[in-house]
């Protein structure tokens, strides 16, 4: 298993070496010495927050109980904990965090320049395996905390949870959004193999999605929408289908973490 995740790592770095040609220094000391950074660190919605260099693929901090929330200790996971990360992942997404990368660096490509000093990268419904061999699914959020000249993330603060609770079925999904006011996002479903460039809420559903977190009922919505109770229902059916969350309460958390209010 081990050798099948050090291939994938090896080809991953080939393909960041192309997309990071130059030397990348990373002056990780002056985030670790900042206070504010510090706190931003712990405050992160994920259970376990890294510090990650980009280019090297360099695990620089790690926050968070990693044995609380996977079952293995700091010394399980040892010097390289990416690969043993990446091990935890059920047999069939075990290429996901290169998968994850290889997206992200695909999608980058796609984004100008003036849109990419402000984004954020998610991803939802993997599946992991605890040591006690039970199954997770989780949430991965990523936060760029420093660029090289092409506005392209050399570090990168990531943060993981558990989001079982919140997400079903058997696919995933990777979101990017980049920009500020005009903003540019971009979704995969594993399901579909295929990348979008459309929110994964459309502007009516989000309308629809406020009024149910609001504690309206289906024929409220409707004579609020003006729009028949089959209309809001099929809203809420194509919400839950196309983020595989269990139901309304946990679409409205996962938007939520997502930004999407």
Known sequence: MYRKIENLLRKLYEKLELFYPDDVKIDDKKYLEK?????????????VTFLIDVKYLRVVQVRGSVLKYTGYSPAEFGDNILLKFMSMFVPEQMSFMSDFVTWILSTEKNV???????????????????????????????????????????????????VSHLVKGDYYCMRGIFGEDDKKVFVYYSNEDRTVETEIISEREREVLQYISQGLDTKQIAGEMKISNNTVDNHRRNMLARTGTRDTTALIQLCRMLGIN
């Not at 003036?114 to 989780?138: F, N, P």
């Not at 991965?140 to 090289?148: A, G, Q, R, T, V």
């Open 112 to 162: 100008p320049i003036e849109y990419k000093s402000r984004q954020s990268i998610s991803a939802w419904g993997m599946r992991l395996l605890h040591k006690d061999g039970r199954s997770m699914r989780c949430y991965i959020n990523i936060i760029p905390i420093e660029f090289n000249d092409q506005n392209n993330p050399t570090l990168i603060m990531m943060s993981f949870q558990e």
């Open 35 to 47: 206070s504010g950074f510090i706190n931003l660190l712990n405050n992160q919605q994920g259970n």
